[in-house]
T-cell receptor, first 113, second 114 residues
Framework: SQTIHQWPATLVQPVGSPLSLECTVEGTSNPNLYWYRQAAGRGLQLLFYSVGIGQISSEVPQNLSASRPQDRQFILSSKKLLLSDSGFYLC????????????FGQGTRLTVV | AQTVTQSQPEMSVQEAETVTLSCTYDTSESDYYLFWYKQPPSRQMILVIRQEAYKQQNATENRFSVNFQKAAKSFSLKISDSQLGDAAMYFCAYRREYGNKLVFGAGTILRVKS
């Protein structure tokens, strides 16, 4: 069966510090991968998505970047965090060329102080 | 660009009653997929129901059903016999066939009163 791991679950970082959130998927190959951000009580904003290794599409210009160094690994990064980067970050995957729903990780609550 | 609109920020329903959550979307595609997700306080995203645009029949899953109006680009969720456990934020989402972007609406908070 397929599983998705996202860590850490909670993170408190000072302004100006770097960020690295990791997401890995098991039990499938060549998934489409997504990073979303959810502000408190708000909707899901698509940040990045990837259809393959090294292929990243950015949806919103911002202080963040994403990378996909391996087929089932998706990383969200920042060189210098801003207060506005605080939020709940969700990683998701969709099976390659399949009309199925997205499966989500448990999320990371990031607080920038 | 595809957009998904949920015009109801918050809804309330009495336990055992029926409630309908609204969703409209904008796309120029003819083949796509629509989803309703539930996000309880744990913030785990849970799929409620899925609809393929090429299917005319509305999807149903137990107490959950949709009213899919392709021409009107409308995709509402009906919850029958509401239960306290249905209280959550509900998101409508769109994905193009074999498409890469999965786009969500702003969400509707559903409160269930006992």
């Amino acid at each position: 069966s397929q599983t998705i791991h996202q860590w850490p679950a909670t993170l408190v970082q000072p302004v100006g510090s770097p960020l690295s959130l990791e997401c890995t998927v098991e039990g499938t190959s060549n998934p489409n991968l997504y990073w979303y951000r959810q502000a408190a009580g708000r909707g899901l904003q698509l940040l990045f998505y990837s259809v393959g290794i090294g292929q990243i599409s950015s949806e919103v210009p911002q202080n963040l970047s994403a990378s996909r160094p391996q087929d089932r690994q998706f990383i969200l990064s920042s060189k210098k965090l801003l207060l506005s980067d605080s939020g709940f970050y969700l990683c998701a995957w969709v099976r390659f060329r399949a009309e199925t729903e997205a499966f989500f990780g448990q999320g990371t609550r990031l607080t920038v102080v | 660009a595809q957009t998904v609109t949920q015009s109801q920020p918050e809804m309330s329903v009495q336990e055992a009653e029926t409630v309908t959550l609204s969703c409209t979307y904008d796309t120029s595609e003819s083949d796509y997929y629509l989803f309703w997700y539930k996000q309880p306080p744990s913030r785990q995203m849970i799929l409620v129901i899925r609809q393929e645009a090429y299917k005319q029949q509305n999807a149903t899953e137990n107490r959950f059903s949709v009213n899919f109006q392709k021409a009107a680009k409308s995709f509402s969720l009906k919850i029958s016999d509401s239960q306290l456990g249905d209280a959550a934020m509900y998101f409508c989402a769109y994905r193009r066939e074999y498409g890469n972007k999965l786009v969500f609406g702003a969400g509707t908070i559903l409160r269930v009163k006992s």
